[in-house]
């Protein structure tokens, strides 16, 4: 019997993602905490620990198995044929042409009830 083993959290991945999380808030507080500082020195700020935080949660398992599912979609969306210009254009010009038509449809049949509850009814509109 060939079974694996599915690797699990740990305490020390919880507090990676702790410590992450601790540099964001701190960096959100000390955007704000310093604004007599230039914008852009606080947002660059913001940015490295931003980065720090990314660089902390991936070094636990919960960051490695997003960072997996991440290439893992990367490589799919390598995959994906896309429509040319012209098809585009032409499925573009579908959809216009069809809302068009439903649109008129229900405003034509919202007039005809309108005018036949008003018959009904004896009410002018």
């Known amino acids: 019997m060939d079974t694996k083993v599915e690797p699990s959290a740990t305490l020390f991945d919880a507090a990676k993602l702790l410590l992450a999380v601790a540099i964001l808030v701190a960096a959100v507080l000390g955007f704000y905490y ?3 500082a230039p914008l852009a020195l606080r947002s660059l700020g913001v940015l490295v620990a931003l980065g720090l935080a990314a660089v902390v ?3 636990s398992m919960q960051g ?9 979609a990367r490589i799919e969306l390598r ?3 896309w429509p040319t210009r012209e ?8 959809v216009l042409i069809f809302a ?4 008129t449809f229900f405003w034509l049949l919202d007039v005809l009830l309108l005018w036949l509850t008003s018959k009904i009814t004896g009410q002018g509109v």
């Not at 098809?87 to 579908?94: D, H, L």
């Not at 068009?100 to 649109?103: A, F, N, P, S, V």
């Open 34 to 36: 310093f604004e007599g």
């Open 57 to 59: 949660a991936l070094q």
């Open 64 to 72: 490695q198995s997003i960072w997996k599912f991440i290439q893992a």
């Open 79 to 81: 995959k994906v044929v």
């Open 87 to 94: 098809e585009t254009i032409q499925t573009t010009v579908a």
């Open 100 to 103: 068009l038509i439903g649109g």
